[in-house]
Structures are given as C-alpha cells and as structure tokens.
C-alpha cells in the first residue's frame, strides 16, 4: 500500500499576530511574550533537543507512562476514533498508540507550520492505513479544525505537559474548547507535570548544557529575523526558577545591561536585570488537575503515574453536558 497524502489545513497566524503580540507585551508595565512564540521552525528543533536532556524527566517519564499504560488505554479508548494530537511536534509519543488503538484518523495540530509538515509527512509514510491530517493552528486562540473523516469518536491527546503553560483559567477555557471539539462521550488523554522537589524542577529548566537557554533567547532570535528589529539575543541571559506561591516554573529573558531594544519603529528602554516573562509551566497534584477538568466540563476516567510520581497521563472523558457558568 502506498502512504497516503497529507491533508494540511493553514490557519498559521503569520508575522502581523507575532508583531502585534511582540508590541504590546513589550509595552505593558510587565513585560512578556507569549511562550506560543517559542515555536518557530528551529525552536522545535531546540525543545526536540531539550527533551533528550538528562535533566528533562518529563518526556521520558511520560513515554514510560504510555507504554504501562497501553493494555488499559486500548480498554478504555477502543479503535476506530479520530485521534487529534495538540501540539504534535515531532509525532513521537502518538506513535505508541497508534499500532495499539488503531484509530480510523490522525489530525496532528501545531503552530509550527515546517516542523508539523515534515511529521505528519513522516506519519503517513510509516503507517499507510491512516489517515493522516495536518492543521497548523494557534489553538491557544480557539480550535477550529476542519472536518476530518467520518469517525464517530474524537479523542484528543495532549501529551508533554503543555497544559502548564497556561494560566488555570486560561488552562479551563482552552480544555473547554477541546470538551466542545471531542462532542458528547469525546476523550481527551493528557499529559501532567505533578509538583516536586524544587532542585528537580530547576534542574530540569536550568540544564547544564545550556540548551533551554539558548531555547530560550531563540525568541528574541525570531523578533530579530521576522520583524524590524535590532535586539540582540546575547544582550539577555535565562533565567527560570520556581514559583512555590504559585506553582509554576517562571521563564524570563534578563537584559545583561541597560539598553534600548527597536521593534518595528517602537522604541523599549531596558534597566541592568530588566526581565521579559517567556514562559509559564504550572505544576498540580493530581486531585488539582481533576478539579480543573472538572471546571472545563471532563472528568477523570483514569489516571496513571511513574513510581516516584514526578509525572502523570490522565484520560479524561467529556461530560454529556456542559455547564455554561463552570
């Protein structure tokens, strides 16, 4: 059998939401840019690199997760669905489901447009029974995909602990979107950072070879060469550390010196340790995460965890009916 054509469907938000994104953060009285930004073409590279690093246990953990749990997720999940993968990357923890769950599609969603082809072409070619779609989406600002097949069932999966990266009411809304995307009965399999150690937590943002950092300034990077701009990326240094008030890893980029940055005609004056927030990584128990679900319409079908509990993948099934004001 001969691979199957990819299906792509661009909806890339394109340079006028990176410029008008970039203008206003750096404008507002705490500066921040949206960690969405981190994904251009050679920022998925570097968080490809990122996650074989001997400091990063989260994607590890969480394929050793997978692979435990497939017996239990063929079970409960069943063949035939829609499997629609958010913030697909390089496609490779699907890979353990699709041979096991068998499911009728795959629609791979992420914002960066080359990575996401290249995958879902890879996809297609190692698995020529499915059928394999592409949506390049910011489905941080809604999820409006086109229609893929004809399969019954939708199930999302979320893995890498992305959810994080969200505020928890961001966090509601955008599982609200995927409760209304999956329908009735829909699923949604998703990956949870779970609250640690400290040292563990910032060795993992912090490794020692330096590619979270360069992952980091990678940003600034993508100002410099998508937009008018004279920012030098080596004038600002990483910095991530973790917020115990708030539970989340905290990323910023920290002017070396006092400087002025130019952005498309728009003048930023930095101080010595001036700091742009890039990044957010919320961490939960699991009963926390089950609450928030709960607010975005799921609940809690099964959860499973590593022994030291560092990391969980929780199946969440939509409710019959939403409630408007959770």
């Given at each position: 059998m001969n691979p199957q054509a990819v299906t792509f469907y661009d909806a890339h938000p394109g340079t006028a939401d990176l410029r008008a994104e970039v203008l206003s953060g750096l404008s507002a009285e705490t500066r921040a840019i949206p960690a969405k930004f981190f994904y251009d073409e050679r920022g998925s590279a570097l968080f490809d690199r990122i996650c074989e690093l001997p400091e990063y246990y989260q994607t590890r953990t969480e394929m050793a997760i997978l692979r435990r749990a497939l017996a239990d997720l063929v079970e409960l999940i069943g063949p035939q669905s829609l499997l629609i993968e958010l913030g697909s990357g390089a496609s490779r923890k699907v890979r353990l489901l699709l041979e096991e769950l068998r499911p009728r599609g795959y629609v791979g969603v992420d914002i960066s447009k080359e990575f996401l082809l290249s995958s879902t072409r890879r996809l297609a070619h190692d698995y020529p029974w499915l059928d394999v779609h592409a949506a390049c989406v910011d489905f941080s600002a809604g999820l409006e995909l086109p229609a893929c097949g004809d399969a019954a069932r939708k199930v999302a999966?979320?893995?890498?602990?992305?959810?994080?990266?969200?505020?928890?009411?961001?966090?509601?809304?955008?599982?609200?979107?995927?409760?209304?995307?999956?329908?009735p009965g829909g699923q949604l399999l998703i990956g949870v950072d779970l609250k640690k150690p400290v040292d563990v937590l910032n060795a993992a943002y912090n490794d020692s070879a330096g590619v979270t950092?360069?992952?980091?300034?990678?940003?600034?990077?993508?100002?410099?060469?998508?937009?008018?701009?004279?920012?030098?990326?080596?004038?600002?240094?990483?910095?991530a550390f973790y917020n115990p008030v708030l539970s989340r890893i905290e990323m910023h980029l920290v002017s070396r010196d006092a400087q002025c940055v130019h952005v498309d005609g728009a003048e930023f004056a930095f101080e010595r340790g001036d700091s742009i927030h890039t990044e957010n990584s919320y961490k939960y128990s699991v009963a926390g995460f089950g609450a928030l679900a709960q607010r975005a319409g799921f609940v809690q079908q099964a959860v499973w965890t590593d022994d030291a509990e560092l990391f969980s993948v929780q199946l969440l099934r939509r409710a019959s009916r939403l409630h408007p004001h959770a």
């Open positions: 999966f979320f893995p890498g602990s992305s959810i994080g990266n969200f505020d928890p009411d961001e966090a509601v809304s955008l599982l609200r979107d995927v409760a209304d995307m999956v329908g950092a360069e992952f980091n300034r990678n940003l600034l990077q993508r100002i410099r060469q998508e937009l008018v701009s004279d920012v030098d990326p080596g004038s600002f240094e990483h910095y």
